[in-house]
């Protein structure tokens, strides 16, 4: 077995295996979907931490821990979870300056700053929004239309861009990826609310469908974008090594982050509008 079809077969078990489980603790909800999405927040957070400072300082650590802490915050009071977030996320700016005020170096500490806190947010504000988005009636359905839009995208695009891709996208930041992938991950997107719509979540409706298809289809691929940009200014292949044969949590994810929030913004503010 050559090195490439070694490294799908690995890729195949670890989803057969993690997918079941990420997909009972979602279902099961309250305190087992919550921790779920804190592990994959604090593991976002440390990974670009790892990314773009090499090695883990103690204040790196303290974003880590509260990038996990964010997620749990809609189980107490999902009316007040913004509020939280707020103060914790306060608290940590204030931390950082202080800590690299006192640690230094001082040339690259509003650099170091400006890197914790982004690695805080960038892994705790999707995930934090997907557990408050869990709470919400009909939670379940939303959340899975979360992954759909982003998985139903990656998979259409994939095979749009293999089969059909001739003109580059972005090749300064992910080379592989063409216009023609895009538009075919669009329409995964749309499909893919419309599949679920129509065989397990009716209470979707036509315009949630079109909607959230179309914006999901276009903020996924940029969240992707984001961390290839990422990893490429900082010459990285992966952004870990927790899933065998996927690399890290935010390789897998990246897109996620993005279209979490958009569900959350989107039932709140957006949907009341159109019913």
């Not at 608290?91 to 300056?97: G, K, N, R, V, W």
């Not at 695009?157 to 895009?182: C, D, I, M, Q």
């Not at 974008?225 to 990893?231: A, N, T």
Request: net charge positive; aromatic share 14%; with cysteine.
């Amino acid at each position: 077995m050559n090195e490439k079809n070694k490294n799908l077969v690995i890729r195949l078990v670890s989803a057969v295996i993690l997918l079941p489980v990420v997909v009972f603790l979602l279902f099961m909800g309250g305190a087992y979907s919550a921790g779920l999405l804190a592990v994959a927040a604090a593991i976002c957070a440390s990974e670009y931490y790892t990314i773009t400072q090499k090695t883990l300082s103690p204040a790196a650590w303290v974003g880590i821990v509260l990038a996990g802490v964010l997620p749990f915050l809609p189980l107490r009071n999902p009316e007040r979870t913004g509020e939280g977030a707020f103060w914790v996320t306060a608290f940590f700016l204030f931390f950082a300056f202080t800590y690299h005020l006192i640690r230094g170096p001082l040339q690259e500490a509003p650099t170091r700053v400006s890197h914790l806190v982004t690695g805080f947010l960038y892994g705790s504000v999707g995930m934090t929004a997907l557990s408050a988005v869990r709470l919400m009636p009909d939670g379940l359905a939303w959340v899975i239309a979360a992954l759909v839009i982003t998985w139903a995208n990656d998979t259409a695009a994939y095979f749009a861009g293999r089969f059909l891709g001739r003109h580059k996208l972005y090749p300064a930041v992910s080379p592989n990826k063409t216009w023609e992938g895009f538009a075919g991950g669009l329409v995964g997107s749309v499909g893919g609310m419309f599949i679920a719509r129509a065989f397990f979540f009716p209470v979707f409706t036509v315009a949630d469908c079109l909607l959230l298809g179309l914006f999901g289809g276009i903020l996924g691929p940029i969240g992707d974008l984001c961390e290839s940009m990422l990893k490429r200014a900082y010459g990285v292949k992966d952004s870990g090594r927790v899933i065998p044969g996927h690399g890290g949590i935010l390789d897998r994810i990246d897109a996620l982050l993005f279209n979490a929030p958009l569900v959350f913004v989107y039932i709140t503010f957006v949907r009341g509008l159109l019913s």
